[in-house]
């Protein structure tokens, strides 16, 4: 269940016991970094970290669109809801605490508040973004607004005032 998910929608390899829990990791680049992983710890706490893809777009050389993570991590979710439970006992907690690591001298290309889409660069010095958690319990309709509601902070972050993107 956990090699399934797929942090900034880059795969992952099959979990090996890792610090008292369990770890699914990207294959490394050819840099030697490693672009994702997924840790499911003994407390519960699943962990997922990734780097999103970057390519050019209009006049910025490394961009990235949120929905190439957010859309693929909300489906995976809700149809892996039912295994996530089992793997972690039905009547647990599930807290998700995620991040996007190495997005400084990036921009972020999204819908501006006048319903443009277009590239919003990442503020200097922000070389990691932690969402807020999001506790996996309760009907899937509940915990799926809690962290769609996780995702605006990347948009807050570029200064947009209307943060829920048209395909969530």
Known sequence: MLGRLKPANVALTDPVPSAGGWLARASTDEAGRCRAYAHLGADQ???MVGMPGVGPWLDEHDTWWPGA????????????????????GATAPTHLLMSLTEVDGTALVTESDDGIERPFRIPAGVDT????????RGPVAQWRETLV???????HLVGLRSARPFYL
């Open 129 to 136: 973004i932690h969402f807020e958690p999001v506790c996996i």
């Open 69 to 88: 993570y957010e859309l693929p991590l909300l489906e995976q979710l809700s149809a892996n809801e039912s295994p996530l439970r089992n793997l972690l």
């Open 45 to 47: 706490v699943l962990e």
């Open 149 to 155: 509601t996780a995702f605006d902070r990347v948009r």
